[in-house]
T-cell receptor, first 111, second 113 residues
Framework: GENVEQHPSTLSVQEGDSAVIKCTYSDSASNYFPWYKQELGKRPQLIIDIRSNVGEKKDQRIAVTLNKTAKHFSLHITETQPEDSAVYFC??????????FGTGTQLKVEL | NAGVTQTPKFQVLKTGQSMTLQCAQDMNHNSMYWYRQDPGMGLRLIYYSASEGTTDKGEVPNGYNVSRLNKREFSLRLESAAPSQTSVYFCASNSGTSVTEQYFGPGTRLTVT
Protein backbone atom coordinates (compact mmCIF):
# COMPACT_ATOMS: atom_id res chain seq x y z
CA GLY A 1 0.00 0.00 0.00
CA GLU A 2 0.85 3.67 -0.03
CA ASN A 3 3.34 5.08 2.46
CA VAL A 4 3.64 8.83 3.07
CA GLU A 5 6.51 10.35 5.00
CA GLN A 6 6.39 13.97 6.23
CA HIS A 7 9.13 16.26 7.52
CA PRO A 8 9.78 18.07 9.73
CA SER A 9 7.60 16.99 12.64
CA THR A 10 7.91 20.45 14.22
CA LEU A 11 8.72 23.79 12.63
CA SER A 12 9.13 27.13 14.31
CA VAL A 13 9.38 30.34 12.25
CA GLN A 14 9.27 34.06 12.90
CA GLU A 15 6.20 35.95 11.77
CA GLY A 16 6.67 37.06 8.19
CA ASP A 17 9.11 34.29 7.32
CA SER A 18 8.33 31.40 4.97
CA ALA A 19 7.61 27.83 6.04
CA VAL A 20 8.19 24.70 3.96
CA ILE A 21 6.88 21.21 4.74
CA LYS A 22 7.95 18.23 2.65
CA CYS A 23 6.35 14.86 1.95
CA THR A 24 7.34 11.79 -0.02
CA TYR A 25 5.08 8.99 -1.21
CA SER A 26 5.76 5.45 -2.38
CA ASP A 27 2.97 4.50 -4.80
CA SER A 28 3.61 5.84 -8.30
CA ALA A 29 -0.10 5.36 -9.07
CA SER A 30 -1.11 8.08 -6.57
CA ASN A 31 -2.59 11.05 -8.38
CA TYR A 32 -4.13 13.36 -5.77
CA PHE A 33 -2.22 15.18 -3.03
CA PRO A 34 -4.16 17.29 -0.52
CA TRP A 35 -2.89 19.30 2.42
CA TYR A 36 -4.98 19.64 5.58
CA LYS A 37 -4.68 22.12 8.44
CA GLN A 38 -5.81 21.12 11.91
CA GLU A 39 -6.10 23.61 14.73
CA LEU A 40 -6.04 22.37 18.31
CA GLY A 41 -9.20 20.44 19.13
CA LYS A 42 -10.68 20.97 15.67
CA ARG A 43 -11.28 18.84 12.62
CA PRO A 44 -8.80 18.69 9.69
CA GLN A 45 -9.69 21.13 6.92
CA LEU A 46 -8.40 21.17 3.36
CA ILE A 47 -6.22 24.16 2.54
CA ILE A 48 -4.93 23.22 -0.90
CA ASP A 49 -4.64 20.18 -3.15
CA ILE A 50 -2.84 19.23 -6.35
CA ARG A 51 -3.32 16.56 -8.95
CA SER A 52 -0.60 14.62 -10.72
CA ASN A 53 -1.04 16.44 -14.02
CA VAL A 54 -0.01 19.74 -12.40
CA GLY A 55 3.43 20.70 -11.10
CA GLU A 56 2.53 23.70 -8.95
CA LYS A 57 -0.57 25.38 -7.55
CA LYS A 58 -0.92 28.64 -5.62
CA ASP A 59 -3.64 30.15 -3.48
CA GLN A 60 -2.65 33.53 -2.03
CA ARG A 61 0.11 32.82 0.53
CA ILE A 62 -0.01 29.05 0.10
CA ALA A 63 1.56 27.01 -2.69
CA VAL A 64 2.12 23.33 -3.31
CA THR A 65 4.67 21.77 -5.65
CA LEU A 66 4.73 18.22 -6.94
CA ASN A 67 7.65 16.26 -8.41
CA LYS A 68 6.21 13.01 -9.76
CA THR A 69 9.56 11.63 -10.83
CA ALA A 70 11.01 11.96 -7.34
CA LYS A 71 7.65 11.19 -5.69
CA HIS A 72 7.68 14.17 -3.42
CA PHE A 73 5.50 17.21 -2.84
CA SER A 74 5.86 20.27 -0.66
CA LEU A 75 3.74 22.94 1.02
CA HIS A 76 5.03 26.50 1.02
CA ILE A 77 3.53 29.20 3.22
CA THR A 78 4.85 32.73 2.68
CA GLU A 79 4.54 35.75 4.98
CA THR A 80 3.51 33.55 7.89
CA GLN A 81 1.09 34.91 10.47
CA PRO A 82 0.26 33.73 14.02
CA GLU A 83 -3.02 32.26 12.76
CA ASP A 84 -1.00 29.87 10.56
CA SER A 85 0.07 28.07 13.74
CA ALA A 86 -1.48 24.59 13.55
CA VAL A 87 -0.70 21.01 12.59
CA TYR A 88 -0.43 20.41 8.85
CA PHE A 89 -0.95 17.00 7.23
CA CYS A 90 -0.07 15.91 3.73
CA UNK A 91 -1.82 12.98 2.11
CA UNK A 92 -1.78 10.94 -1.07
CA UNK A 93 -4.51 9.05 -2.88
CA UNK A 94 -4.54 6.71 -5.83
CA UNK A 95 -7.17 4.33 -6.98
CA UNK A 96 -10.06 3.65 -4.66
CA UNK A 97 -10.34 7.18 -3.28
CA UNK A 98 -8.44 6.27 -0.11
CA UNK A 99 -6.16 8.84 1.48
CA UNK A 100 -2.91 7.91 3.22
CA PHE A 101 -1.78 10.66 5.57
CA GLY A 102 1.63 11.77 6.72
CA THR A 103 2.32 12.01 10.44
CA GLY A 104 1.88 15.79 10.60
CA THR A 105 3.97 18.94 11.14
CA GLN A 106 3.38 21.20 14.12
CA LEU A 107 3.97 24.73 12.80
CA LYS A 108 4.51 27.50 15.31
CA VAL A 109 4.68 31.10 14.12
CA GLU A 110 6.38 33.26 16.71
CA LEU A 111 5.85 37.00 17.09
CA ASN B 1 -26.08 22.19 5.51
CA ALA B 2 -24.61 20.66 8.65
CA GLY B 3 -21.94 18.82 6.63
CA VAL B 4 -20.58 15.80 8.55
CA THR B 5 -21.83 15.28 12.09
CA GLN B 6 -20.67 12.83 14.73
CA THR B 7 -22.03 11.66 18.06
CA PRO B 8 -21.01 11.55 20.81
CA LYS B 9 -18.33 14.24 21.19
CA PHE B 10 -16.74 12.56 24.20
CA GLN B 11 -16.99 9.07 25.68
CA VAL B 12 -15.30 7.17 28.49
CA LEU B 13 -15.54 3.39 28.47
CA LYS B 14 -14.25 0.65 30.69
CA THR B 15 -12.24 -2.18 29.14
CA GLY B 16 -14.58 -4.73 27.61
CA GLN B 17 -17.54 -2.40 27.14
CA SER B 18 -19.04 -1.86 23.73
CA MET B 19 -20.25 1.25 21.96
CA THR B 20 -21.21 2.63 18.56
CA LEU B 21 -19.97 5.91 17.12
CA GLN B 22 -22.45 7.55 14.81
CA CYS B 23 -21.70 9.59 11.69
CA ALA B 24 -24.04 11.28 9.24
CA GLN B 25 -23.56 13.56 6.22
CA ASP B 26 -26.06 15.70 4.37
CA MET B 27 -24.00 16.39 1.23
CA ASN B 28 -25.33 13.43 -0.78
CA HIS B 29 -21.85 11.91 -0.79
CA ASN B 30 -21.29 8.35 -1.93
CA SER B 31 -18.15 7.56 0.07
CA MET B 32 -17.61 7.66 3.82
CA TYR B 33 -14.58 6.92 6.00
CA TRP B 34 -13.58 6.30 9.60
CA TYR B 35 -10.15 7.39 10.86
CA ARG B 36 -8.42 7.34 14.20
CA GLN B 37 -5.91 9.99 15.21
CA ASP B 38 -3.18 9.30 17.74
CA PRO B 39 -0.37 11.66 18.75
CA GLY B 40 2.53 11.53 16.30
CA MET B 41 0.78 9.08 13.98
CA GLY B 42 -1.42 11.21 11.81
CA LEU B 43 -4.79 9.94 10.66
CA ARG B 44 -5.10 6.22 10.00
CA LEU B 45 -7.96 4.70 8.04
CA ILE B 46 -9.99 2.12 9.96
CA TYR B 47 -12.78 1.28 7.49
CA TYR B 48 -14.39 2.94 4.52
CA SER B 49 -17.51 2.64 2.42
CA ALA B 50 -17.04 3.52 -1.23
CA SER B 51 -20.81 3.49 -1.81
CA GLU B 52 -24.02 2.52 -0.06
CA GLY B 53 -24.03 -1.22 0.58
CA THR B 54 -20.24 -1.69 0.51
CA THR B 55 -17.59 -1.56 3.23
CA ASP B 56 -13.87 -2.34 3.18
CA LYS B 57 -11.03 -2.55 5.65
CA GLY B 58 -8.49 0.20 5.91
CA GLU B 59 -5.08 0.22 7.53
CA VAL B 60 -6.13 -0.55 11.15
CA PRO B 61 -9.46 -2.48 11.17
CA ASN B 62 -8.83 -4.92 14.03
CA GLY B 63 -11.24 -4.51 16.93
CA TYR B 64 -13.80 -2.53 14.92
CA ASN B 65 -16.87 -3.17 12.80
CA VAL B 66 -18.83 -0.79 10.61
CA SER B 67 -22.30 -0.47 9.14
CA ARG B 68 -23.33 1.70 6.22
CA LEU B 69 -26.91 2.11 7.32
CA ASN B 70 -27.97 4.16 4.28
CA LYS B 71 -26.38 6.76 2.03
CA ARG B 72 -26.26 9.33 4.87
CA GLU B 73 -25.08 7.25 7.83
CA PHE B 74 -21.95 5.22 8.59
CA SER B 75 -21.43 3.85 12.09
CA LEU B 76 -18.34 2.43 13.81
CA ARG B 77 -18.71 -0.20 16.53
CA LEU B 78 -16.27 -1.26 19.19
CA GLU B 79 -17.46 -4.67 20.44
CA SER B 80 -15.03 -5.01 23.36
CA ALA B 81 -13.11 -1.81 24.00
CA ALA B 82 -9.42 -1.95 24.87
CA PRO B 83 -7.12 0.80 26.23
CA SER B 84 -5.28 0.72 22.87
CA GLN B 85 -8.46 2.10 21.29
CA THR B 86 -8.17 5.33 23.25
CA SER B 87 -8.03 7.88 20.44
CA VAL B 88 -9.83 10.64 18.59
CA TYR B 89 -12.11 9.23 15.91
CA PHE B 90 -12.99 11.19 12.79
CA CYS B 91 -15.60 10.40 10.20
CA ALA B 92 -15.22 11.86 6.70
CA SER B 93 -17.06 11.80 3.40
CA ASN B 94 -16.59 12.74 -0.24
CA SER B 95 -18.46 12.46 -3.47
CA GLY B 96 -16.69 9.25 -4.45
CA THR B 97 -17.11 9.90 -8.15
CA SER B 98 -13.40 10.71 -8.39
CA VAL B 99 -10.62 11.39 -5.93
CA THR B 100 -11.70 14.60 -4.25
CA GLU B 101 -11.60 16.52 -0.99
CA GLN B 102 -12.73 14.62 2.06
CA TYR B 103 -14.87 16.57 4.52
CA PHE B 104 -14.34 15.71 8.16
CA GLY B 105 -16.70 15.60 11.10
CA PRO B 106 -15.85 17.26 14.43
CA GLY B 107 -14.49 14.06 15.96
CA THR B 108 -15.20 11.85 18.97
CA ARG B 109 -12.69 11.72 21.80
CA LEU B 110 -12.78 8.21 23.27
CA THR B 111 -10.98 7.12 26.43
CA VAL B 112 -10.89 3.46 27.45
CA THR B 113 -9.82 2.82 31.04
Amino acid sequence: GENVEQHPSTLSVQEGDSAVIKCTYSDSASNYFPWYKQELGKRPQLIIDIRSNVGEKKDQRIAVTLNKTAKHFSLHITETQPEDSAVYFCAAAGGGNKLTFGTGTQLKVEL
Amino acid sequence: NAGVTQTPKFQVLKTGQSMTLQCAQDMNHNSMYWYRQDPGMGLRLIYYSASEGTTDKGEVPNGYNVSRLNKREFSLRLESAAPSQTSVYFCASNSGTSVTEQYFGPGTRLTVT
